[in-house]
Antibody, heavy 121, light 111 residues
Framework: QVQLVESGGGVVQPGGSLRLSCTTS????????MHWVRQAPGKGLEWVAL????????YYADSVKGRFTISRDNSNNRLYLQMNDLRAEDTAVYFC??????????????WGQGTLVTVSS | QSVLTQPPSVSGAPGQRVTISCTGS?????????VHWYQHLPGTAPKLLIY???NRPSGVPDRFSGSKSGTSASLAIAGLQAEDEADYYC???????????FGGGTKLTVL
């Protein structure tokens, strides 16, 4: 069965960096686009970043553009999110999600359980 | 301010039918992009409920239905059950943002 498991969350100081990982299994990773989505405490879901199936194209929400980088390792079925210059408003549970297509313009059909990132001094 | 607009909350008694609206714009729904709906319980992974406007993934009861017309969409839940109490989100793709967008979420309370 399809599984997505996030890791790498934790507590980091403002201005710090963190790298999230999403380990996947149960499907052919290299034919699907992948997303990161986050939920801040008491808030709704916010789309963060998208990467196409071969990793050739990346797109970001304005709130993270220039600070976050999404990447993927199709050899090891893993998705990553490098987060730099972290701010208090980046505090959230971060979910990885599979797109149901190769370029990420449709739905998110499978989700991980999420990993908590807390930005605090 | 979310790109897609949902009511913050809706409620209904067991057995009743409720609808949740989702309003978009010319760069998402109006541009032909589909709406998708998710059910989310705190502390869990969001679950795809309706995809491509009106389709249910395997395992989703037919009490859940979706529709889209122009720049508006809606999710209907018939025969409300206590287990339906959750947060519901609409989602689409936005061409002006070159990315996905979510509604602000609607909290469903089963009275």
């Amino acid at each position: 069965q399809v599984q997505l498991v996030e890791s790498g969350g934790g507590v980091v100081q403002p201005g710090g960096s963190l790298r999230l990982s999403c380990t996947t299994s149960g499907f052919t990773f290299n034919i699907y686009a992948m997303h990161w989505v986050r939920q801040a405490p008491g808030k709704g879901l916010e789309w963060v970043a998208l990467i196409w199936y071969l990793g050739t194209d990346e797109y970001y929400a304005d709130s993270v553009k220039g600070r976050f980088t999404i990447s993927r390792d199709n050899s090891n079925n893993r998705l990553y999110l490098q987060m730099n210059d972290l701010r208090a408003e980046d505090t959230a549970v971060y979910f990885c999600a599979r797109a149901s297509d190769s370029t990420g313009t449709t739905d998110f059909d499978y989700w991980g359980q999420g990993t908590l990132v807390t930005v605090s001094s | 301010q979310s790109v897609l607009t949902q009511p913050p909350s809706v409620s209904g008694a067991p057995g009743q039918r409720v609808t949740i609206s989702c309003t978009g714009s010319s760069s998402n729904f109006g541009a032909g992009y589909d709406v998708h709906w998710y059910q989310h319980l705190p502390g869990t992974a969001p679950k795809l409920l309706i995809y491509r406007n009106k389709n249910r993934p395997s395992g989703v009861p037919d009490r859940f239905s979706g529709s889209k017309s122009g720049t508006s969409a809606s999710l209907a839940i018939a025969g409300l059950q206590a287990e339906d109490e959750a947060d519901y989100y609409c989602q689409s793709y936005d061409s002006s943002l070159s990315g996905s967008v979510f509604g602000g979420g609607t909290k469903l309370t089963v009275l």
